[in-house]
Every structure is written in C-alpha cells, then in structure tokens.
C-alpha cells in the first residue's frame, strides 16, 4: 500500500508564484525524502529530511517534517516553469533496509 | 548523474513470452531495486537486493524474478508476460553510510508493452 500520500494531485501556477506540496504518511519513520520526476526520465532526490528535524532548506526548496502530525510540506519559491514535473514524497516506514514507500505524486505546471 | 544504464529502453512483447530487463550500475552501491510505475499508483516497488545473491520481494512481485550475481547488474525477469505487467519499469540503487540509508538514484526507465 502506499505511504506517502501527496496533495494536491495536479497543481497550477504561474511563473514567480510559490508553490506548496504536502505529504502525509502513516507509520513511525527514519526520514522523508521528495523527489522530482520529469516527463520520461527517472525520479531525481531533492532532499532528505530526518525524524529529528523540522525543517530543511535546498535553494529554492523548503521541506518541514510534523513528525506528530505525520506530514511533510514542500515549498518551491519562485517558480518557473522549468519546476514543471512530478513531485513524489517517498518514507522508510522506520526500515534500515534502505526501502523506500512512495506516494502518487502531486504534479505540478508551472506557466511562463 | 549517478551511472545507471537500463535496457532496453523501449521493448514490445507479446503475452506468454519472457523478458528480461537489466539494470547495470558503475557506483558500486550495494541496494538495488526494481520498481513499477503506473498511472494512479505512482511508483512500488517489485524486489530489491542488499548484496550479491541477497534479495528480496517487494510489494508487487508475483509474476517477477530477480538475479543478482555481480554487484554492477541487477536483472529483472517476467517468466510468462501478461498484458497486466505493461508499465514503465524503474531501477534505482543506494547506498549506507553508516546505519543511515542514503537516497536512491534512479535510472531512465524501460517502458515494457506486453500486447
């Protein structure tokens, strides 16, 4: 079953707006990861944020993590519209075998 | 990019017939994995391996097998392909560093029709 569960499903916006993505999941977890799939290619990491940490910063990138709450945001600012892809959150479920439990992705369009 | 070559990339098959799909690496990351993706589902992960010879199933691996004799390649195969295992294909390999699992690097993916 899956883990995470991102939304919204498909997001819209302009060019220069921020955009914001949510996670929520189910179980105790190591980490929570985000990862960015464009059309045709394979996933690529964003960021990676630990149980014990609220809140992560990449560039134009802004992960907290409400461990009580079981949720993670992703907050992209500034869009443009080269942000144009997938966005998946992906937790360990508290696993050290390096699996990873996926959600459906929000998918986010970015318009010049 | 992290080295990871998937072939082939493309293939068309017809049902009952086997396919393999290999998934070769040059990081010589220990983890492993074989994933489907599939509209509405997003990604799941069939079997993965955690060392030569070590593997292990996943969420959906009925119908699929895995061989890893050489840390660089990690094969897939469908012994008897149904048009139900039509999808897009992802490899992905990690690595430890110390107890904390890093994150996993992705490959281009096969898309794999089975008519």
């Known amino acids: ?112 | 990019d992290a080295g990871i070559t998937q072939s082939p990339r493309h293939k068309v098959t017809e049902t009952g017939t086997p396919v393999t799909l290999r998934c070769h690496q040059t990081e010589n990351h220990r983890y492993m994995y074989w994933y489907r993706q599939d509209p509405g589902h997003g990604l799941r992960l069939i079997h993965y391996s955690y060392g030569v010879k070590d593997t292990d199933k996943g969420e959906v691996s009925d119908g699929y097998s895995v061989s890893r004799s050489k840390t660089e390649d990690f094969l897939l195969t469908l012994e008897s392909a149904t048009s139900s295992q039509t999808s897009v294909y992802f490899c992905a390999i990690s690595e430890k560093q110390g107890s904390t699992n890093q994150p996993q690097h992705f490959g281009d993916g096969t898309r794999l029709s089975i008519l």
Not at chain 1, 12 to 17: L, V, Y
Not at chain 1, 24 to 40: A, D, E, F, H, V
Not at chain 1, 100 to 105: A, E, N, S
Request: glycine content about 8%.
């Open chain 1, 1 to 112: 079953s899956q883990q995470g569960e991102e939304d919204p499903q498909a997001l819209s916006i302009q060019e220069g707006e921020n955009a914001t993505m949510n996670c929520s999941y189910k179980t105790s977890i190591n980490n929570l990861q985000w990862y960015r799939q464009n059309s045709g290619r394979g996933l690529v990491h964003l960021i990676l944020i630990r149980s014990n940490e609220r809140e992560k910063h990449s560039g134009r990138l802004r992960v907290t993590l409400d461990t009580s709450k079981k949720s993670s945001s992703l907050l992209i600012t500034a869009s443009r519209a080269a942000d144009t892809a997938s966005y998946f959150c992906a937790t360990d479920r508290g696993s050290t075998l390096g699996r990873l439990y996926f959600g459906r992705g929000t998918q986010l369009t970015v318009w010049p």
